[in-house]
């Protein structure tokens, strides 16, 4: 009964936040952007078809898609935004072409009355919403056709082999010929049009786009709408209401200081025995550590591109490794890895809490592993295929390249990773279900394990919602409630929990504490994060509400970061409370050092971009990238490692490890993302942002402003901090290898087997 307003207020959570996620999802669907049948000029000439739109929205996504340049503002952040980079050209050349018909020059040399004139004449013909439901055209005036003709012209030849586009090939890190088909590149030119043309045109009975006046181009009248402000300012607003109800809940409910007397003497992990199917998990971390050094690898070159172009140190690598590819393997590999950690720990604790081995469970993990092996190298050769133009429209699709940040990998690889996950749910449910049934005190904690562990099967489901022709508005909703929700969300839930059943299985924590503030941490999380699920939509061609929504709940999302620091320091009581507990120093630092990046990759960078007027001029500039990488691998990564490096010790607790090199490791990993983030993508992502509010978003991501001395500086400076990074991530690596050679331990034991049986040791007693 202690449990049961807890309980309670997680159902309540989880259901109305889910009613709400689904309720408004279902308006995305009806307010979506249109696909027209057709669109026609003023003349009569049909431009482009429906099906140029949908099969050009299928060849973007074959040359990586979100992974060269941005559409909306979401994908890569050396290429160009192409829906603002479109809008910009667009409305240029129409300027001019009136500015020469009425003047004989170029609008830029016009005066100020006059260019706001034909300003004005712009923004009336361009916002006006022309689609005809009932004939299902779209109708742009014939100035504005020639305008299309003009920039689906330039594109050809920059996305193919024109000579005279190769400094913006490698300014912008395009391969040579990423299209080789002439009428593909017409239908892409297609879904480049119409993405832009939802963001100038305005909804039916609004005077705002159907991407709420993103992105900010003061020539189309593109500017911050009221909406965006005041709902600004209301989660400024929250976020403080917020802090000041948990801080006092804290405050209220403090648990008690920590009572180093009351820890246990000795290590309990020396008493575990672990199971045959335990013992198969070390294939995983082998695994993990072999992608991981892939991952940093395919990282380097992508960002090396950004100052090459598409050489590495004068190797013409893009010819078979172009830049859509190291960057989509840099962050797929990055997801793989970091989930390989975490379900590999998973698949190692329930046995262990339990007590218990199923039949053929060893069986079981390692079928499961030979299907991620398969998974990881046959989604990466289908990218790969898909990117240089092998395969046809549906054969991208299904074994290809998605296109889709984070979801890059085909339809076939996405089911076979669905199937995989429900088999390791399987493999968890069956080894974890006696404890679940003998122990009163430790079922609810095992009851968040299972459900978390349920979410984690079962919300990578929501990636298979959107098909091969899907409007990108409602694809992009799909896309993050994997991106948010599976990757942010509940893996986030399954870690606290799994760090939780660590900290008690050693003793360090009491079942009724660790219940207690699992429970409350998840609704505390859940209630801001599901919804909050939504401040990655503002601009992707959907209605207010979701702005208002994703505005108020994304600033609670930061409430629970604030207290942070008290469970660092409370990680560091534990790492030097008592002689044994020594051993576990780096699994616990890393712990602590996830602390740190919540508080600062998640919370701080988070909130300087989460509001809507910060993002209205920061969406899709290297401020994002700043929060990715410290989040993603700050939060995520280095609890994957920490998770890692836990286990490994646990399986072999009577050896002491060597310091030196997991500490060189440890240490140069955090200091080298630091210095990446703050002598280098930081003050790019600033000076974008600069560059954004003076002049808009197509200058902040152009040639003409990344290519500057200092620009090309910053971006050089990175590899000071890349270099540290890449060498703690080899020293890991050199680590663990030496745990199964030798190298990494001592000649003694932590304590003699015959001081301590060997015998297994209920977690939960």
Known sequence: MKYKKLWIGFIVVIIGSFSVLGYFGSEIYRQAPPIPDKVVSA???????????????????????????SVWGHGAYVAPDWTADWLHKEAIFMLDAWAKEAKGTTYARLDAENRAMLQARLQKQVRANTYNKATGTITV??????AVASVSQFYAGLFTNNPEMAKYRDAYAIADNAIKDPERMRQMNAFFFWATWACVTERPGSEVTYT??????????NRPSSDLIIWTGFSVIILIGGIGLLAYYYASHKDEELDIERLPKQDPLLGLQATPSMRATLKYFWVVTALILVQIAMGIVTAHYGVEGQKLYGMPLSEILPYSVSRTWHVQLAILWIATSWLATGLYIAPAVSGYEPKFQRLGVNFLFICL??????????????????????????????GYEYVDLGRFWQIFLLVGLVLWLFLMT?????????????????????????????????????????????????????????VEGFFEVFATVVIAFLFVRMGLLQTKIAT??????????????????????????????????????????????????????????LSRATEWIKAYKWPIYCFIAVAFWNLVGAGIFGFV?????????????????????????????ILGIGLMLFVLKSMAARRRWKNGVISFAFWSINIGLTLMIVISLLPIGLMQTWASVEYGLWYARSMEFMQTDTMETLRWLRVVGDTVFAGGVVALAWFILGLKTGWSLEEETDISQENYPSVHKDVMK
């Open 43 to 69: 003349s009569g000439k049909v431009l482009f078809t429906g099906e140029d739109i949908r099969n050009g929205q299928n060849v973007w996504q074959s040359i990586g898609g979100q992974e060269l340049g």
């Open 141 to 146: 005036s014939d100035a504005r056709a020639e």
């Open 212 to 221: 709420n006046n993103w992105p900010a181009e003061e020539l189309v009248g």
């Open 373 to 402: 092996i398969i998974i990881v190298a046959g989604s990466m050769a289908g990218q790969w295929f898909g990117v240089m133009q092998k395969l046809g429209y549906a054969e991208n699709f299904w074994l290809g390249h998605q």
């Open 430 to 486: 069956r080894a974890i279900w006696p404890a679940f049934k003998s122990q009163a005190e430790g079922r609810h904690l095992l009851g968040m394990f299972l459900i978390s562990s349920v979410a984690i099967a079962l919300f990578y489901a929501a990636g298979l919602m959107w098909g091969q022709h899907t409007n990108l508005a409602i694809a992009e909703y799909w896309r993050w409630w994997v991106v948010h929700l599976w």
């Open 516 to 573: 207690g503030t699992v429970l409350f941490s998840t609704i505390i999380f859940l209630f801001g994060g599901i919804i909050g699920t939504f401040h990655h939509l503002y601009f992707s061609g959907t209605p207010t509400s979701i702005l208002a929504l994703g505005a108020t709940f994304s600033a609670l999302e930061v409430v629970p970061l604030v207290l942070i620091g008290f469970e660092a320091y409370h990680n560091l009581t």
């Open 609 to 637: 971009i989460n509001p809507p007027i910060a993002l209205y001029y920061m969406q899709g500039l290297n401020t994002t990238a700043v929060h990715g990488h410290a989040a993603l691998f700050g939060v995520y990564g």
